[in-house]
């Protein structure tokens, strides 16, 4: 099992997706099967990340619902929730 960790970027994530309409109990099981090192399913279209993302991953919460993440050693790093927009849009 690997140690989570949330970046207080994530916190702020969870806060804004808290008020919004999101089911984050969706988001607690991809969090948890990663955490115990559970393959997702495809449908999550895990996948790494480029650019300025290199060495995290992002995988589909909901079709515009990512979840990225870095898994270093025995730790996960929670980094950013959210939607394309939010997330890659500068």
């Known amino acids: ?48 990340l480029k650019g300025d993302w290199k060495g995290y991953r992002e995988c589909h919460i909901k079709p515009n619902w990512l979840l990225i993440y870095i898994i270093e050693g025995d730790t996960i790093t929670f980094a950013r929730s959210g939607s394309h927009s939010e997330l890659f849009d500068n």
Do not use: C, Q, W, Y
Not at 8 to 26: G, M, N, P, Q, V
Not at 30 to 43: A, F, H, R, Y
């Open 1 to 48: 099992m690997l140690k989570p960790h949330n970046t207080t970027t994530f916190k702020r994530d969870l806060k804004r997706l808290a008020k919004s309409d999101k089911d984050l109990e969706k988001l607690f099981s991809v969090m948890i099967l990663l955490g115990n090192e559970i393959p997702l399913d495809l449908k999550h279209r895990d996948h790494p």
